[in-house]
């Protein structure tokens, strides 16, 4: 007889923890009463023979491991017993328990392991002298039971006999024989389908080739699976989890075997491996971008995607990406414009910390209404970028107000990826000719994140709140290959570095006559709009404000503050008129107190602003936000001013 691994079963994967366990077992048997066995499992088979004459073949449906470990440890003890000078329990463990002696070349062994290992099996089985053994775990397992054998049997050649009878007589195994009636994969997928034991992967691939002829298995598994799993390994789960995906819907992660049987049904097996190992080599390329070597371009643009951590949308680009790869259904630059809008729904969502909760939604939602405008580069670039601005995406005035007000920098994780993607882009777009290796670079904080007795002085009497408030903003951040060299140096001694530095972003840094708050939050005011130019907004009328009014329910039509009534016709001019009103009671240090809370919108210099809107005393308000915005700022210039905001209404429409 043969048992048969089939070639789609997963490749031998026990490991020294089970070889360990199972040689435990053996040594503790002879302590035990006489007769009484040990019980290691059971072993499921399915008669397999085309023709009534030759070799009974058995197809191993499940219980491969323990099978393959016990034909292991008998060539172990074939070995072993042989080398003690006993060559007739050798041949009789070959000619009774390996091998079926008179049978033809391919029907030889009794065990005829999975493709991956049967080199390894043969090599050992064989004993062939001088031939070097086959790496992997045939081959260490073997070593493991050959050295233990060998210090149990020791010089007495009777007890590699006694060896034979303990494996023999007192292991037991369950064995299960299926009738021709019986569909093996029902069965197979009883065992280990429900349990897990398998990664979806490995059910996937005994799924599909239990459906396919023996004599199609080899071709079909050389040419299309063997591949995909050489390329992806562990990730081959995950790449078909994410192939079912490509063209919209939800897939839970736990759910992918069941889904890829719903999703291929009626389908010819080698239609779909063809397509599975068409898509396989476009995914390790979003894995690896080092193997995309025809598309510099796309491979940096995969690279940034990398860094802004937006995996859930491996789907859509995997979609996308493919087609680029094969005929040039999809133009480049078209994929390169898709990556360019994920990545600036990432950073501006990650810099207003909007999070990414419901970012796998839309990006599954995203591939389902874009499967058809493949062909249509220009509807599906704005079909993009119309939905993606109404996925809690932040506007201008929110990521102008987070760069400003909010920590960028993190010292991990995410956060300090993405903040180190943002630098490294400023930087590239001031150095076109990259002058500098961003690689090499790291982030520094120019106003150091450890206060001496120099930067307090520095720094003035608001030292510790100005330090607690702004050390992880925009506008104190730089990029340096010296960070650890510069540490918490004062900022003349900083500045002598930043003159030498070929980075731009230092550039303007040597010629700063201090740094201190106000420093800081100028320069955070002009990285903030360049930050806005190099993403900008995919809807710039998410500022609900305009210069003029708008007809709606709750549209505003009057100020009213401690009597005094002002009409107003927009939430902007609620602001104005609100600074106006509160001034003619205030002093001019209140202007002060504002752009210390709010620098990015209460200024001197309009220029700095996107939408400068005047107030009294020479100052500005930024004019660039929604009404909420304006509502928040208003209670602010209130609450500074030391007004009770029951003194304040506005009169609306509705």
Not at 114 to 124: G, I, M, S, V, W
């Amino acid at each position: 007889m043969q048992f048969v691994v089939p070639l789609f079963q997963r490749s031998y994967s026990w490991k020294l923890k089970q070889w360990k366990a199972l040689w435990d077992d053996l040594k503790q048997l002879p302590d035990l009463e006489a007769g009484r066995q040990h019980f290691i499992g059971s072993v499921v088979m399915h008669p397999t023979n085309t023709v009534p004459t030759g070799v009974s073949k058995y197809a191993v449906i499940d219980g491969q491991q323990r099978l393959t470990t016990l034909f292991i440890l008998l060539i172990a003890l074939r070995d072993t017993a042989r080398a003690a000078g006993n060559e007739r329990l050798a041949e009789r463990i070959t000619d009774n328990y390996l091998a079926n002696k008179y049978a033809p070349a391919h029907e030889r062994y009794k065990l005829l392991p999975t493709q991956a290992d049967r080199a390894a099996f043969r090599q050992l089985a064989d004993h062939a002298p001088g031939t070097e053994a086959v790496p992997g775990l045939i081959s260490e397992a073997f070593d493991y039971f050959r050295h233990r054998l060998g210090a149990w049997v020791g010089n007495e050649p009777g007890q590699a006999e006694d060896m034979l009878r303990l494996i023999l007589e007192r292991l037991s195994l369950v064995s299960i024989t299926l009738n021709d009636d019986d569909d093996p994969y029902l069965v197979f997928e009883s065992l280990n389908a429900k349990g897990m034991q398998l990664t979806a992967a490995d059910l996937i691939r005994n799924y599909l080739f239990m459906k396919i002829h023996p004599d199609q298995q080899d071709d079909l598994n050389e040419r299309y699976w063997m591949p995909m799993q050489s390329a992806l390994g562990d990730s081959l789960t995950a790449f078909i989890w994410h192939y079912l995906m490509r063209n919209g819907g939800n897939v839970p992660q736990s759910d992918v075997y069941l889904s890829f049987r719903k999703a291929t049904a009626g389908r010819e097996v080698a239609e779909v491996l063809a397509e599975l190992a068409r898509y396989a080599p476009t995914y390790a390329r979003l894995l690896n971008p080092e193997l995309e070597t025809q598309r510099g371009a796309v491979q940096r643009a995969i690279r940034r995607l990398h860094r802004t951590r937006l995996t859930v949308a491996y789907p859509l680009i995997m979609r996308l990406y493919d087609q680029v790869r094969h005929g040039g259904q999809l133009a480049e630059a078209t994929l390169l414009a898709v990556f360019d809008l994920l990545e600036n729904y990432a950073l501006r969502g990650f810099i207003a910390r909007r999070g990414v909760g419901g970012a796998n939604k839309s990006m599954q939602t995203l591939a389902t209404r874009t499967n058809h405008l493949d062909q249509q580069p220009e509807a599906l670039l704005a079909d993009i970028r119309a939905y993606l601005a109404t996925q809690n995406y932040p506007s201008d005035a929110d990521v102008y107000t987070a760069l400003q007000e909010q920590p960028l920098y993190h010292h991990a994780g995410e956060r300090h990826t993405r903040t180190k993607l943002l630098l490294d882009t400023l930087e590239a777009d001031l150095n076109p000719k990259e002058t500098v290796l961003l690689s090499t670079l790291s982030i520094e904080h120019i106003m150091p994140q450890t206060l001496t007795a120099s930067w307090r002085a520095d720094l003035g009497e608001a030292a510790e709140r100005d330090h607690q408030q702004l050390l992880h903003t925009l506008g104190n951040l730089t990029l340096t290959g010296y960070n650890s060299e510069l540490s918490n140096s004062p900022f003349a001694e900083k500045r002598k570095h930043y003159a030498g530095s070929n980075v731009g972003l230092n550039a303007e840094l040597a010629a700063a006559p201090a740094w201190n708050a106000a420093a800081i939050r100028e320069r955070g005011v002009r990285l903030a709009h360049r930050v806005l130019a190099r993403w900008p907004s995919f809807a710039p009328d998410l500022v609900e404000e305009a210069d003029t009014p708008h007809a709606t329910s709750n549209r505003p039509t009057a100020v009213v503050l401690r009597g005094q009534r002002q009409a107003v016709g927009t939430w902007v001019e609620v602001a104005t008129a609100t600074a106006h009103l509160i001034a003619e009671t205030s002093g001019p240090d209140l202007w002060i107190r504002l752009q210390e809370a709010k620098p990015g919108y209460f200024t001197q210099q309009a220029h700095l602003l996107r939408r400068p809107k005047l107030l009294p005393d020479g100052w500005y308000y930024e004019g660039n936000s929604d009404s909420e915005g304006h509502r928040r700022n208003c209670r602010l210039m209130l609450e500074q001013a030391g007004i009770a905001e029951t003194e304040w209404q506005v009169e609306t429409t509705g």
